[in-house]
């Protein structure tokens, strides 16, 4: 399972703009992208899929495609608030020629194939100048699936994986006249997972388990000597 979540997507700004890439190389490979972003009044916008193929170097199952789309809405529903939304999804596939290295022949049909996404929703607002807090609840799920039918030399098997994380959070600053910058906050961290294995006797093994965390968090920020010294210090429970 997973890190903490932390979706970085660029805002989109002014005019509508439209950006195009395409690349290729031997090996049949290719790589496109495609972006779209701008603003128009409170709505901010930006999307970008993009698709990656190469057949690989080897002679046989050394293919790799990647299909991904990040998206980012922004709006101002008021004067000091506004609400984001980040979606990020690939898609991905690979051959598994070199599956297992104690056999003395590629592995012709090992395969893997990995489809994940990642959300996040966030409110911020400003209450006063000094004052402002932030709202957000992300989740980050994958589906995991290796796959090798053979029977000879390799061992037939079937793995999936399926982690998923939620993450609430709050979090609110303020800033000092004086100089100082103080942040609260509290995080919750809901975590699944689910592992299952079975091989070619049709024996299988099953993993089940779920975990939460919570935590709370205090830091402040001194800025001194004309901000030259700036002293941090926090405690998280």
């Known amino acids: 399972v997973g ?27 290719h790589r496109e992208v495609l972006g779209l972003s701008g ?18 170097f080897r002679s046989a199952n050394d293919s790799y495609r990647n299909g991904a789309v990040s998206a980012r809405l922004d709006y101002d529903l008021i004067k000091d608030g506004a609400l984001r939304a980040i979606l990020n999804m690939t898609d991905t596939s690979l051959g598994l020629v070199n599956d297992d290295v104690s056999c003395e022949a590629l592995d ?25 807090y932030r709202l957000s609840m992300g989740v980050n799920q994958s589906h995991e699936l290796f796959r090798d039918p053979d029977t000879s030399c390799f061992s037939a098997r079937r793995t999936l994986i399926k982690p998923r994380i939620l993450s609430p959070q709050f979090q609110t600053n303020y800033r000092f006249e004086s100089g100082h910058h103080s942040t609260l906050g509290v995080d919750l961290d809901l975590r699944h997972a689910k592992y299952t294995n079975t091989d070619s006797s049709d024996a299988g093994t099953t993993f089940d388990k779920s975990q939460r965390n919570q935590a709370l968090y205090f830091q402040d920020q001194w800025k001194l000597l004309r901000e030259r010294l700036i002293l941090v210090g926090g405690v998280r429970y």
């Open 39 to 56: 603003s128009h009044g409170a709505l901010s916008y930006s999307l970008s899929p993009s698709y990656l193929r190469t057949d690989g």
């Open 3 to 29: 890190g903490v979540i932390n979706i970085i997507t660029k805002k989109g700004r002014g005019a509508p703009q439209i950006a195009l890439s395409a690349e290729g190389g031997n090996g049949r490979s």
């Open 108 to 132: 012709r049909n090992a395969h893997e194939r990995d489809q994940r996404w990642t959300g996040q929703l966030e409110w911020q607002q400003r209450i006063f100048p000094q004052w402002d």
